[in-house]
């Protein structure tokens, strides 16, 4: 098994299968004389983010790519693994995860224990870009430069491959979740209107764009949320012009993280990279108009992966598939 453990979404590949599920990253439990029972993980946990009641938690385990809650995480793990199980004959499966690039060892070690302990029999680790690479169908085997940008929900991972391996890589901690936090603290300044987490995806998903429309407003949608100014509930219009202004902030993060990396590449892989281009990968791929965005920064070609949400545990699925000629980048021990 591959599982692809996201800041938002986790995603399980079984070996000659493909993926066999896909679920938010979130696990609503009970608190009762201070233990935790689990209620609900992934897609009806997610429903519940922002609307419990007291005696109810609801979150995600996962922050910025690495484990926040480690026994919540342990928890989501065990019923995700269980829950393709069911359908199938293996008991202690062999499980590689893959890790951001910037996990310390503690943090690496956090997740293989939590792997381990959730029932798996051997648990690997691989990093994120590579992963990345492979999903989205990238010769990175071959002695060339392959510049490979992964945004997910906490972080972006920017890397230079070449012969199966990472040359240069920089995880910089901006991702969706950071989209999300500043649409919603726009909206709050420019429009006194408080909104959840929930919208804010909403919105993000619907009308982000990573630069401002042609005709200054582009197309908009209505917002529902909290009157800051006498507290009642509201509704009003918002506009991709004012979303761009909002997600300004983390899309030049995300080019300057693309930009540093270009500067740290060796000459001859940065040549390889001006003829190949940029591959963007991770769920944050599909912001409108990314592309465009870090093609008028970097002045090279950007492509978007086929199936960019997928293409991490794509990848890692294929690691398991081609365990032998990948075996330097999956990491056992430790």
């Known amino acids: 098994m591959a599982i692809d453990l996201g800041t938002a979404n986790t995603l399980v590949y079984v070996k000659g299968r493909g993926i066999v599920l896909s679920e938010p990253s979130v696990v609503a439990y009970h608190v009762k004389d201070g233990i935790k029972k689990v209620l609900a993980v992934g897609e ?8 419990t009641p007291g005696s109810i938690e609801a979150i995600r385990p996962m922050r910025e790519g690495v484990i926040a809650d480690f026994d919540v995480a342990e928890e989501m793990i065990k019923y995700f693994i269980r829950k393709v199980h069911k359908r199938s004959t293996f008991s ?44 989205a169908g990238m010769p990175i085997t071959d002695p060339t430069g392959n510049m490979v940008v992964d945004i997910g929900g906490g ?3 920017v890397a230079v491959l070449s012969l199966g391996d990472i040359v240069y890589a920089r995880s910089v901690r901006v991702g969706g979740d950071r989209m999300d936090e500043a649409i919603i603290s726009y909206l709050r300044r420019q429009q006194n209107l408080l ?4 919208t804010a995806e909403r919105i993000k998903t619907s009308i982000g764009t990573a630069r401002m429309p042609d005709d200054g407003r582009g197309a908009s949608m209505k917002v529902r949320g909290r009157d800051l100014l006498n507290g009642v509930p509201k509704e009003i219009e918002v506009t991709q012009a004012q979303i761009a202004e909002a997600l300004s ?13 270009l500067e740290a590449t060796p000459p001859d892989l940065a040549a390889d990279i001006v003829d190949r281009g940029v591959m963007l990968t991770g769920g944050g791929a599909l912001l409108g108009d990314l592309d465009l965005a870090l093609r008028e920064q970097t002045g090279l070609a950007v ?3 086929d199936e960019s949400l ?7 699925g294929k690691a398991l598939e081609y365990e032998k000629q990948l075996r330097h980048a999956i990491d056992y021990d430790s």
């Open 195 to 198: 909104i959840g987490e929930s």
């Open 303 to 305: 492509s978007i992966a």
């Open 155 to 157: 972080t972006t991972e």
């Open 44 to 51: 009806d946990a997610k429903l519940m983010l922002g609307r």
């Open 249 to 261: 902030e983390p899309v030049q993060q995300i080019c300057e993280a693309v930009m540093t990396a």
């Open 310 to 316: 997928n293409c991490v545990a794509l990848g890692t």
């Open 92 to 135: 202690k499966p062999k499980i590689i995860v893959c890790v951001p690039h910037g996990a310390t060892p503690v943090e690496k070690r956090a997740i293989r224990q939590s792997v381990l302990s959730a029932g798996a029999r051997r648990a690997g680790l691989i990093a994120e870009p590579i992963a990345a690479a492979i999903g």
